[in-house]
DNA sequence: CGTGAAAAATACTCGCT
DNA sequence: AGCGAGTATTTTTCACG
C-alpha cells in the first residue's frame, strides 16, 4: 500500500465505473500501470468488490431504521442460527454481531412504519433467543468514503 | 421501475463493474437497450454512483465500532453543527441522526482500541452538546444487496 | 515496476421498427 | 421502448526498458 495504491483505492471507492485510462490520466500514469495495480489491489483483497449505491425509497422502502438485540444464551451457535435467519429477511440491509449494551444491531429499510411494526413484533419478538429490543428510526445518514490511512 | 429495472438495479447492486455487454446478454436484451435504461436509472436518481468496497483492515483500520450519542439541546443549530463536525474526523465512516434513545449513530473505524478511546475521550466528550455515549464494538458484519422491492 | 503500441473487446450513436 | 449495425473508446496483452 504505498501512495499510488491509497490513490486509486479513494478514486476507486469515489466512483467505481471510471475507465482505467482516466484513472490512469487522474494518477499520471500508464494505462497499463494503472490496470496492474487494481488488478493486484483486488488480488489482495483490498478492494473486496464494486457496488452500485442505490436510493432505497426507489425500491419502495424510505422507512431506515436501527434495531439493537440483546441475545442469550449468547453462544456460537444462536449467534450462527439468528445472523443467518436475519439476514435472509427482506427487510434487513445489515447485521453486526457487537460487544456492549447490545449483542446485535440490525439495520433495517421498509416501505412504512407499519411494516416495520410488524417485523419487530412477527419476526425478532417471536424468536425465544431475543430478550428485547431498542429501535432507532433513521432521519438523515451520511455515508463517508475511507480516503487515506489513519497514521499508526 | 418495471422488472427490467429491477434487475438491472439487483446486477449492478452485485458488481457494479459489469460490462454493459454482459448485462444485456443476462438480462436477454440488447445492449443499447440495456445502456439506456442504466442511463435513466441514473438520471433518475435510483442509481446513485458506484462504489468501490475497501478492506478496512488494509487501510490499517481494522477495529470498527458504533457510538450511540445523546446530545442535547436537540435543535437544528446543534444537530448540524454536530454532524458536520464529526463528518470531517477521518475515524468516522458514517453518522446517522436518530429518533429513539439515541440520537446520534456513529459508525467509526481506528487502527485500534487505544485509537477508539481517544476518539471517545478527546473528541467526543470534550464536545459540550454531548450528554452521553454508549459504545459497540463490532465483531463481524454481513451487508446484504437490496435485492427486490417489497410488497406493498 | 513501469511503458507504449497493437489487438481484442466494449461502449455508444443512430436510423429503424 | 427496443433493436442492430457501425464507429469511437477502452481494455488488455506483451515485449522491452
Same mark, same amino acid.
Request: proline content about 5%; glycine content about 4%.
Given at each position: 500500500?504505498?501512495?499510488?495504491?491509497?490513490?486509486?483505492?479513494?478514486?476507486?471507492?469515489?466512483? *467505481?465505473? =471510471?475507465?482505467?485510462?482516466?484513472?490512469?490520466?487522474?494518477?499520471?500514469?500508464?494505462?497499463?500501470?494503472? =490496470?496492474?495495480?487494481? #488488478?493486484?489491489?483486488?488480488?489482495?483483497?483490498?478492494?473486496?468488490?464494486?457496488?452500485?449505491?442505490?436510493?432505497?425509497?426507489?425500491?419502495?422502502?424510505?422507512?431506515? *431504521?436501527?434495531?439493537?438485540?440483546?441475545?442469550?444464551?449468547?453462544?456460537? *451457535?444462536?449467534?450462527?442460527?439468528?445472523?443467518? *435467519?436475519?439476514?435472509?429477511?427482506?427487510? %434487513?440491509?445489515?447485521?453486526? %454481531?457487537?460487544?456492549? !449494551?447490545?449483542?446485535?444491531?440490525?439495520?433495517?429499510?421498509?416501505?412504512?412504519?407499519? #411494516?416495520?411494526?410488524?417485523?419487530?413484533? !412477527?419476526? =425478532?419478538?417471536?424468536?425465544?433467543?431475543?430478550?428485547?429490543?431498542?429501535?432507532?428510526?433513521?432521519?438523515?445518514?451520511?455515508?463517508?468514503?475511507?480516503?487515506?490511512?489513519?497514521?499508526?
Amino acid at each position: 500500500m504505498d501512495e499510488l495504491d491509497s490513490a486509486i483505492v479513494a478514486h476507486l471507492q469515489a466512483d *467505481a465505473r =471510471l475507465t482505467n485510462r482516466e484513472l490512469a490520466r487522474r494518477l499520471g500514469v500508464a494505462p497499463s500501470t494503472a =490496470l496492474e495495480r487494481v #488488478r493486484l489491489l483486488r488480488e489482495r483483497g483490498v478492494i473486496r468488490g464494486y457496488h452500485a449505491d442505490i436510493d432505497l425509497a426507489a425500491l419502495n422502502r424510505p422507512v431506515e *431504521a436501527f434495531v439493537a438485540c440483546r441475545v442469550r444464551p449468547l453462544s456460537r *451457535a444462536v449467534i450462527d442460527n439468528f445472523k443467518a *435467519a436475519l439476514n435472509s429477511l427482506p427487510e %434487513v440491509l445489515a447485521s453486526y %454481531v457487537c460487544a456492549g !449494551d447490545d449483542d446485535f444491531i440490525l439495520h433495517v429499510a421498509v416501505p412504512d412504519l407499519e #411494516r416495520l411494526h410488524e417485523f419487530l413484533i !412477527d419476526r =425478532l419478538s417471536e424468536r425465544r433467543e431475543v430478550l428485547g429490543f431498542r429501535s432507532s428510526i433513521i432521519f438523515e445518514s451520511t455515508r463517508k468514503p475511507v480516503f487515506a490511512e489513519l497514521p499508526s
